[in-house]
């Protein structure tokens, strides 16, 4: 298990991994950075803040604990993360997208280390994941199972019907992370299907429920480490973040806070970057 950084660490570690996603969606000329920014702090404190057991020189570790990103379209958050704990180098993940890559615009476990599911069809990750923890009981295998959905994809029907099952197999090895970032392709999530008080409906389904701001880092290892202090029944975090959380006031200057599906043109990129750094 990596050592785990302390906070001022945790949120350096985030800024170098959302310049990351700025050059390697930039370079690639198609992507997602908005929603890969809004899940970096998440992901960050998940890879580097102590929480998760894994090892990029043994990558099917059975005892490695597993992280599925159902939003698969972030991806470039999870590909940045990931170069930064070794499973793979910087310069690898700069062919994002480009022809023959492994590194696809979604993960794809068949041509990637570390990576537990193939995901970009979305509302299935949870499923998968349920399965993973099911196996870890059944193996009693003290590995733990962490799913981030998206708050566009959380109005399927089948996220629903495997948030009752969890509950109903009490499974306290898995933490459901939802990344509620406002926005999803064609315009505001509440826009499109109002989910309303979804923290409240994921309690009804018998899951230990937190709410928290999901671009604050202390309040997302807070949240972390209470969720592996819960035993008995399965865990989420309904995470507030913001699309683009990091180069806001950037956006800010081209109207367009949701940025789906597109990357930054190589002049605001550098603006991007000259913010970041700064």
Same mark, same amino acid.
């Given at each position: 298990m990596p050592k785990a950084l302390n906070l001022a660490e945790l949120k350096a570690k985030a800024n170098e991994i959302r310049k990351l996603i700025i050059r390697i969606t930039t370079e690639a000329g198609s992507g997602h950075p908005t929603s890969s920014l809004s899940a970096t702090d998440v992901v960050t404190a998940l890879y580097f803040g102590g929480f998760m057991k894994y090892d990029p020189a043994n990558p099917k570790d059975p005892g490695r604990d597993r992280f599925i990103l159902s939003k698969g379209h972030a991806c470039p958050v999870l590909y940045s993360a990931m170069a930064e704990a070794g499973y793979f180098s910087v310069d690898d993940i700069?062919?994002?997208?480009?022809? /023959?890559?492994p590194w696809e615009g979604h993960p794809n476990m068949k041509r990637l280390p570390g990576i537990e599911a193939s995901t970009g069809s979305l509302g299935q990750g949870l499923s998968i994941g349920i399965g993973h923890a099911l196996a870890g009981r059944m193996d009693n295998a003290g590995y733990h199972v962490y799913v981030m959905l998206g708050d566009g994809e959380s109005g399927e029907g089948q996220v629903w019907e495997a948030f009752a099952a969890a509950d109903k197999y009490k499974l306290g090895n898995l933490t459901a992370i939802i =990344?509620?970032? !406002?926005?999803?392709?064609? !315009?505001?999530t509440e =826009?499109?299907? #109002?989910? !309303? #008080?979804l923290a409240g409906k994921i309690n009804s389904f018998g899951w230990h429920v937190q709410t928290i701001d999901g671009n604050q880092m202390e309040e997302v290892v807070d949240a972390l480490g209470a969720a592996r202090d819960v035993k008995d029944q399965p865990t989420a975090i309904v995470a507030n973040t913001r699309k683009g959380y990091g180069i806001l006031p950037v956006l800010e200057t081209t109207g367009d806070l949701n940025?789906? /599906?597109k990357p930054l043109p190589e002049d605001l990129a550098e603006k991007a970057l000259a913010h970041l750094s700064g």
């Amino acid at each position: 298990m990596p050592k785990a950084l302390n906070l001022a660490e945790l949120k350096a570690k985030a800024n170098e991994i959302r310049k990351l996603i700025i050059r390697i969606t930039t370079e690639a000329g198609s992507g997602h950075p908005t929603s890969s920014l809004s899940a970096t702090d998440v992901v960050t404190a998940l890879y580097f803040g102590g929480f998760m057991k894994y090892d990029p020189a043994n990558p099917k570790d059975p005892g490695r604990d597993r992280f599925i990103l159902s939003k698969g379209h972030a991806c470039p958050v999870l590909y940045s993360a990931m170069a930064e704990a070794g499973y793979f180098s910087v310069d690898d993940i700069m062919t994002l997208r480009k022809l /023959g890559s492994p590194w696809e615009g979604h993960p794809n476990m068949k041509r990637l280390p570390g990576i537990e599911a193939s995901t970009g069809s979305l509302g299935q990750g949870l499923s998968i994941g349920i399965g993973h923890a099911l196996a870890g009981r059944m193996d009693n295998a003290g590995y733990h199972v962490y799913v981030m959905l998206g708050d566009g994809e959380s109005g399927e029907g089948q996220v629903w019907e495997a948030f009752a099952a969890a509950d109903k197999y009490k499974l306290g090895n898995l933490t459901a992370i939802i =990344d509620r970032n !406002g926005y999803q392709q064609t !315009g505001a999530t509440e =826009d499109v299907l #109002d989910l !309303g #008080d979804l923290a409240g409906k994921i309690n009804s389904f018998g899951w230990h429920v937190q709410t928290i701001d999901g671009n604050q880092m202390e309040e997302v290892v807070d949240a972390l480490g209470a969720a592996r202090d819960v035993k008995d029944q399965p865990t989420a975090i309904v995470a507030n973040t913001r699309k683009g959380y990091g180069i806001l006031p950037v956006l800010e200057t081209t109207g367009d806070l949701n940025f789906h /599906g597109k990357p930054l043109p190589e002049d605001l990129a550098e603006k991007a970057l000259a913010h970041l750094s700064g």
